[in-house]
């Protein structure tokens, strides 16, 4: 059974003591955290039948210290109604804990208008299930974060880097503002570096073999190049402070990406 936002917003008064109301800032006293992920494939847990595609989620624990543990909720396919309406967030919110993140990023998928089960409108019924993210975890007394969507590979014959996911990063901004929430802006700091790398550049990022072309999902290069770019902006919206993050300016070896034989859960 999947949360609306009645649901989870009646609920916070039973389940947040009052003096939980207020945690959620950098400086929350927890010695250990969990920043749980809520979002699509280009964030998600890769297995072994699928290397060397990454998730960007995969490498964000390389730039985090110990005390903060990542617990990546990511699916492949997934579009911020689907992820709910499949019972995913319930899950989530069932173990985050007080002073925990959530930090959520859907568009992918929520773009493909022909796709009733996945599609929401950006500025209504994608707004208005992102709510439910916010409205849970807050319930919860931990964190929510948005972090829009990162942007695919697609340069135009000139070679500049465009966008591609119209008005969602858009309509999230504006929800992000609207409701107070932090917003790490992935789809423009990810198409700023695009444009950095050039058309050829980016191949060395995305998820380009003998085999497969896909201008949409990351090798371990390009994970941990996002990854580092939502670290960077933990730090720099004060959702994390300088103690939670390390390595920001390091080279991450690709050997540190690793991807284990798939479960039959997924």
């Known amino acids: 059974m999947s949360l609306t936002r009645r649901q989870v917003t009646v609920a916070a008064a039973a389940a947040v003591p009052l003096a939980l109301s207020g945690i959620g800032t950098a400086e929350a006293s927890q010695s250990h955290r969990t920043l749980f992920i809520a979002g699509d494939s280009t964030a998600a847990q890769k297995f072994a039948d699928a290397a060397p595609e990454t998730g960007w989620g995969m490498a964000l624990p390389f730039f985090l210290h110990k005390r903060l543990s990542v617990s990546n909720h990511a699916v492949n396919g997934r579009s911020s109604k689907s992820f709910v309406d499949e019972g ?136 941990i190049a996002v990854a580092r770019l939502a670290a960077r902006e933990l730090l720099r919206t004060r959702v994390l402070n300088a103690r939670d993050v390390c390595r920001l300016n390091e080279e991450i070896p690709e050997s540190w990406i690793t991807w284990p034989q798939a479960t039959a859960t997924a």
């Open 88 to 223: 995913r967030l319930d899950v989530v919110l069932a173990a985050i804990r007080p002073g925990d993140l959530l930090l959520i990023q859907f568009a992918h998928n929520d773009e493909k208008d022909t796709d009733p089960i996945r599609y929401t409108e950006p500025w209504s019924t994608y707004q208005d299930h992102l709510r439910l993210y916010v409205d849970g975890a807050r319930a919860r007394g931990a964190r929510p974060v948005f972090a829009t969507a990162v942007e695919r590979r697609r340069f135009d014959a000139g070679g500049n880097a465009l966008p591609t996911h119209g008005d969602y990063p858009a309509a999230m901004r504006a929800l992000a503002r609207e409701e107070r929430v932090a917003l790490l802006d992935l789809q423009a700091l990810s198409l700023a570096l695009w444009q950095e790398l050039g058309a050829e550049g980016t191949k060395t990022y995305f998820n380009w073999t003998a085999t497969e072309q896909d201008n949409t999902h990351f090798n371990p290069p390009g994970a």
